[in-house]
């Protein structure tokens, strides 16, 4: 299992790219039916409301978390 501050890094890291990522959102969903552009900004609501639910337990579980604390990521 990984440790705990690189779970916290990576869920970090994953929240800034799907925030990052609305307003490209937007335009993508901008020729669709105004229903379906609804429904594809909840699922992004929701995605974005799991992740940082996830990011709130994280932290909670390891409340002396640093962002210095983070080892190096494996490489590919």
């Known amino acids: 299992m990984l440790p705990t501050a690189y ?3 990576r869920v970090q890291k994953t929240l800034r790219w799907f925030e990052d990522d609305i307003p490209l959102l937007n335009m993508r969903v901008k020729d669709l039916s105004a ?4 429904s594809a900004r ?4 929701a995605v974005l409301s799991q ?9 909670a579980e390891h409340p002396g978390y640093e962002a210095g604390d983070v080892p190096c990521e494996p490489a590919d």
């Not at 229903?35 to 609804?38: C, D, G, H, K, N």
């Not at 909840?42 to 609501?45: C, I, K, L």
């Not at 992740?51 to 932290?59: I, S, W, Y």
């Open 7 to 9: 779970r916290i890094t």
């Open 35 to 38: 229903e379906r552009q609804r």
């Open 42 to 45: 909840q699922f992004a609501a």
């Open 51 to 59: 992740t940082r639910a996830e990011l709130d337990r994280l932290l």
